[in-house]
């Protein structure tokens, strides 16, 4: 059985390689990654577990960068490190304080609803 991540061999078309610039949470989300990494909390392969294990409809309509976020949540949690309540209040103060400087709608502007 295919996971959503095995597109070998399927009718996807071209793949985009161009590179592009990190956005400053992109940036942020690596080098949380690199650090929880380097301190053992969590694997490269644990990391793909969890990117992987997302599902179909995750794993299709969040970038790459949002899988990882969405994988280190659920690791967090799982972990016994964080709660999903104090991660929810965080990205609370997080959305208000962006929705307050205007960052938000700049943010999401390009993004399909």
Do not use: C
């Not at 992987?52 to 995750?58: C, S, V």
């Not at 969040?62 to 969405?70: I, K």
């Not at 965080?90 to 307050?100: F, I, K, S, T, Y």
């Amino acid at each position: 059985m295919r996971g959503p991540h095995d597109v070998g061999g399927l009718p996807e078309g071209p793949i985009d390689a161009k590179p592009h610039d990190l956005s400053f949470w992109e940036k942020q989300i690596d080098g949380l990654r690199g650090v929880i990494g380097g301190k053992g909390i969590v694997t490269t392969h644990e990391n793909r577990r969890y990117v992987e294990g997302l599902g179909d409809d995750a794993y299709e309509s969040l970038t790459y960068y949002e899988r990882w976020t969405a994988a280190l949540s659920r690791q967090m949690v799982e972990k016994g490190i964080l709660t999903q309540a104090e991660i929810d209040a965080r990205v609370r103060d997080v959305r208000a304080r962006l929705a307050a400087s205007g960052e938000l709608e700049s943010e999401t502007a390009g993004k399909a609803p």
